[in-house]
């Protein structure tokens, strides 16, 4: 696999910014250009050594790029897609970082046009609530999910290369369909995000909040984690997954109805059933993550 | 304070246990009895110096005890104080473990009688996943909060002795009355492991479970470790705590609506102030625990 010569990284972030680090430190990359709107974090990105060269304009920042990687809030997206359009040299491949895949793939499909073939849309799966250059670490992707949504206009050479960069990044590789992936982490993700913010707002909206507060433990914390992340990255996840978190948002509805249904009925051998029933999938789902695959 | 010449521990587990190991460490204990239904448990206990001597009879084991600390699951708790009213000293103090207080309190006055004086209802908030003998250890109660719920009827100096035990071993104490204290945790303990059991379950019980579980990541995961919690010990909280809880998952319902109706006419910016409300209110939490207090 060749290496790459010239990676653009367009938002230089936890995803952006791990991505030039692993391929650095695999030998994939010769040079490495971060392009953003904050001059601040650009420099912070070539201080630690992330960036090689910055540039706060895309259109300049992609001259000679062979692979563009766009790891800005999806929102972003469209315009980023209209600037690189003229911009990129006709084989560069381009690829994304995007936490949802319809919504990016619809705006690939209006705004890149002819430069389509070479798009790879891709979500590399290792969130986290900070984010920044100084958030970058080179060992992000190790043993992570990417999962690649590509098209049936996706180039074949296309897809391969991010396929071999993901991989040298040490990330498990594998594609799924953009209706899928938004399914799937509609479920796994997108819900739970939505299930913790509202857990923190329904206790800070109480007259009893700081009480509340002052005795919530090791439990609360970790389940409300994931309400620290970004809430601009989440509303526009929110947004561009929105049926299918709608979807879900229903179906968690009612089995929480079926839970309450069992607590007022004082139904404990059914409340069993169902902790036991939960239980034991998650285990077995601990232990299916502990087996190498 | 006097250390306790015989402590009876009636349920050796991560809680009891732990208890025990911390007033081993702290000089405070000179002998320790374990008290259990099961003698593969107990041996293990010997065997780990969680315990000097075992019984699996409850009025034969609290013999000679001048304290008696009840740390088994909540349902069992009222055919022990039932056991527990006839065998011991008139002067030991009795306190108990329990996640849920009203219902050990309304037991503890049914069934100890003329005992209630001595009786000291207490919360250790230290939960985990792990139970049995085996997940004991002396440090456990380090920096966590302890509830005391005492009665009108408890006798002060009992009161200070469990005080002063609980302090031995690391912990915050601090008093609520057993209502404002099943209020409390409902809101930030036993909501949130319904709310986990259910993600899980909901899950677990689509068509395309398996291809969920194999995307899900840490979020995923931190977010539903309470779903890895006993069962039968949650079963018993969610009916001990019913009320308050079937309050809090209306209230949580409610929250719930209000998220899917912004999520539904498409309000990012509605969206946006709620996931940012949320994630201040929970980052200044977290400073708080950090602060020394």
Redesign the interface.
């Known amino acids: 696999m060749q290496p790459v010569r010239r990676l653009a990284v367009i938002g230089v972030g936890l995803i952006g910014g791990s991505c030039a680090l692993a391929l650095k430190r695999a030998g994939m990359v010769e040079r490495v250009v971060g392009i953003g709107r904050g001059s601040v974090n650009l420099q912070r990105a070539m201080a630690l050594g992330v960036v090689d060269e910055v540039s706060t304009d895309v259109a300049r920042g992609v001259d000679g790029a062979d692979v563009v990687l766009v790891t800005t809030p999806v929102g972003q997206m469209g315009s980023i897609f209209d600037a690189l359009r003229g911009a990129v040299a006709p084989d560069a491949v381009i690829t994304d970082g995007g936490s949802t895949k319809r919504d990016v793939v619809a705006a690939a499909r209006e705004r890149l046009v002819e430069r389509l073939p070479r798009f790879v849309p891709a979500h590399p799966?290792?969130?986290?609530e900070r984010s920044g250059a100084d958030a970058a670490r080179p060992d992000l992707f190790v043993q992570?999910?990417v999962?690649l949504t590509p098209l049936p206009d996706t180039a074949p050479d296309a897809e391969a290369r991010v396929r071999a960069l993901w991989t040298a990044c040490g990330a498990k590789v594998s594609s799924l369909t953009p209706e899928?992936h938004d399914?799937?982490?509609a479920?796994?993700?997108h819900?739970?995000?939505?299930?913790?913010?509202?857990?923190?707002?329904?206790?800070?909206e109480?007259p009893?909040?700081g009480?509340?507060?002052?005795?919530?433990?090791?439990?609360?914390?970790?389940?409300?984690?994931?309400?620290?992340?970004?809430?601009?990255m989440?509303?526009?996840i929110?947004?561009a997954n929105?049926d299918a978190?709608?979807a879900d948002?229903d179906?968690?509805?009612a089995?929480?109805a079926r839970?309450?249904m069992l607590?007022?009925r004082?139904d404990?051998e059914g409340?069993?059933r169902?902790?036991?029933?939960?239980?034991d999938?998650?285990?077995a789902?601990?232990r299916?993550m502990e087996t190498p695959q």
Chains 1, 2 share one sequence.
Do not use: K, N
């Open positions: 799966i290792a969130g986290a992570r999910h999962v899928q399914g799937v982490f479920a796994v993700s819900l739970p995000h939505a299930l913790a913010y509202a857990l923190v707002q329904m206790v800070a109480r009893d909040a009480m509340l507060f002052s005795f919530a433990a090791g439990g609360f914390r970790d389940f409300t984690r994931i309400a620290s992340s970004s809430p601009e989440w509303r526009d929110c947004l929105r978190l709608l948002l179906a968690y509805d089995m929480l839970l309450r607590l007022d004082a404990g409340l069993e169902l902790f036991t029933s939960a239980r999938a998650r285990d789902w601990l299916s």
